[in-house]
């Protein structure tokens, strides 16, 4: 079946460092591919997306790109700050599909 | 702009007891779902729905219920409370199956 594999956290940094949270799925088709951010206490945000191969998504310093090769849809930033302490959800989308499938999630811990 | 509106935000029930969880949203989204997720967990599905009277098992549907009267509300309820249900529960909508809006949660604790 379609799956999303992510990371194993906490990923643990200090502010200003560059961050990768890795993501990789399996599917039958060609999905669209999703970031999802939870902070402590709030529901899940939408941050970026992607809907084919070599898209690249972007929001608020992060970037995915969407790699049909490897079937990777890696999320970094250039320099986190404290305030991008929270969950991150990979997930996949396919045509026709009521639902997402989401992978575990990554905590990211930044320090000052 | 409301989105996706989820009562009560806390609530702590007895082993046995029922409650409904709600949820409402204003965007005129066909696509609603209920989610559950148990600490340091990620996110397991309860129960979705496609439209106004139609509604589906998600993997862990067990000691829940749901219905769908109307587009805007998406009532999740359990029935006799078990400890093993104390979680947070989100509930989301979408569009057409994607780019989910979700709520902001329902901390449940049954002792």
């Known amino acids: 079946g379609d799956s999303v594999t992510q990371m194993e956290g906490p990923v643990t940094l200090s502010e200003e460092a560059f961050l990768t949270i890795n993501c990789t799925y399996t599917?039958?088709?060609?999905?669209?591919l999703f970031w999802y951010v939870q902070y402590p206490g709030e529901g899940l945000q939408l941050l970026l997306k992607?809907?084919?191969?070599?898209d690249k998504g972007s929001n608020k310093g992060f970037e995915a790109t969407y790699r049909k090769e490897t079937t990777s849809f890696h999320l970094e930033k250039g320099s986190v700050q404290v305030s991008d302490s929270a969950v991150y959800f990979c997930?996949?989308?396919?045509?026709?599909?009521?639902?997402?499938?989401f992978g575990k999630g990554t905590m990211l811990l930044v320090s000052p | 702009n409301a989105g996706v509106t989820q009562t009560p935000k806390f609530r702590i029930l007895k082993i046995g007891q029922s409650m409904t969880l709600q949820c409402t949203q204003d965007?005129?989204?066909?696509?609603m779902y209920w989610y559950r997720q148990d600490p340091g967990m990620g996110l397991k599905l309860i129960y979705y729905?496609?439209?106004?009277?139609?509604?589906d098992k998600g993997e862990v549907p067990n000691g829940y219920n749901v219905s769908r009267s109307t587009t805007e509300d998406f009532p999740l309820r359990l029935e006799l409370a078990a400890p093993s249900q104390t979680s947070v529960y989100f509930c989301?909508?979408?569009?057409?199956?994607?780019?989910?809006?979700f709520g902001s949660g329902t901390r449940l604790t049954v002792v």
């Open positions: 729905s496609v439209g106004a009277g139609i509604t």
């Open positions: 992607a809907t084919k191969a070599d």
């Open positions: 965007m005129n989204h066909n696509y």
């Open positions: 989301a909508s979408s569009p057409g199956g994607a780019g989910y809006t």
């Open positions: 997930a996949l989308h396919l045509s026709g599909y009521s639902t997402l499938t």
């Open positions: 599917a039958t088709g060609y999905p669209s």
